[in-house]
């Protein structure tokens, strides 16, 4: 079956670092893939996305890295600030055509 | 602010009482969906509608019965809970058709089964 882990728990960066956010995902058929984040109290927002054709993408102080060779995602936050501290977490859009979460890292931001 | 509105934000009940969250969409999707969200768990999906029909039933329980009138609103009924089924309740919505599909999500309601 379809699963997408994170490759850590937990991550903290300091005001200004930039932070890389992992995922593996099992599923070489999955084209789609999201990244969201989650603050306490609230549902996940949509950060950015990329396609199976593309193997990087960027948004806003935010990019996304798609290697399909080892099944592996990350995100990049540029200058880290402390608005950023959240849950981040991936999805996949494979052959089920429904969206398989992970389970999410715990970016702190430290001052 | 993401178009998806959830009520109520918190609930306490009784494993003998019934209750009911709401969805609200205001984005013109055609798909609405009930997640589950345990602690340091992935999101589980519970349900999806299509333009009103249900087109997905994770293997739920049945004391959890949703009901979608329209495209733009979703419900979820809740009787005879379980301690276990504590947990925050998320709608969200997207529109079906292209290739991978963004999901909006509300803010979710966080339900206490006592």
């Known amino acids: 079956g379809e699963s997408v882990g994170l490759h850590l728990p937990t991550l903290s960066v300091q005001e200004g670092d930039n932070s890389i956010i992992n995922c593996a995902y099992s599923?070489?058929?999955?084209?789609?893939f999201i990244w969201y984040k989650q603050e306490s109290g609230k549902g996940p927002q949509f950060i950015i996305d990329?396609?199976?054709?593309?193997d990087k993408r960027q948004g806003q102080r935010v990019t996304v890295l798609l290697n399909k060779t080892v099944k592996h995602l990350s995100l990049q936050i540029a200058a880290t600030q402390p608005g950023d501290s959240a849950v981040y977490f991936c999805?996949?859009?494979?052959?089920?055509?429904?969206?398989?979460f992970g389970s999410g890292t715990q970016l702190t931001v430290l001052p | 602010e993401t178009g998806v509105t959830q009520t109520p934000r918190h609930l306490v009940m009784g494993m003998t009482n019934k209750k009911s969250l709401k969805c609200e969409q205001h984005?013109?999707?055609?798909?609405m969906y009930w997640y589950k969200q345990s602690a340091k768990k992935p999101l589980e999906l519970m349900f999806v509608?299509?333009?009103?029909?249900?087109?997905e039933n994770n293997s739920v329980p049945s004391r959890f019965s949703p009901e979608c009138p329209n495209s733009s609103h979703l419900f979820l009924h809740l009787h005879t809970l379980q301690p276990e089924d504590s947990a925050l309740y998320l709608c969200?919505?997207?529109?079906?058709?292209?290739?991978?599909?963004?999901?909006?999500f509300g803010s979710g309601t966080q339900l206490s089964v006592l």
């Open positions: 969200a919505s997207s529109q079906r058709g292209g290739q991978g599909e963004k999901l909006f």
């Open positions: 599923n070489s058929a999955s084209d789609y």
């Open positions: 990329i396609r199976s054709n593309m």
């Open positions: 999805a996949e859009h494979g052959s089920a055509r429904q969206l398989t």
């Open positions: 984005l013109g999707h055609n798909a």
């Open positions: 509608y299509n333009f009103k029909e249900q087109t």
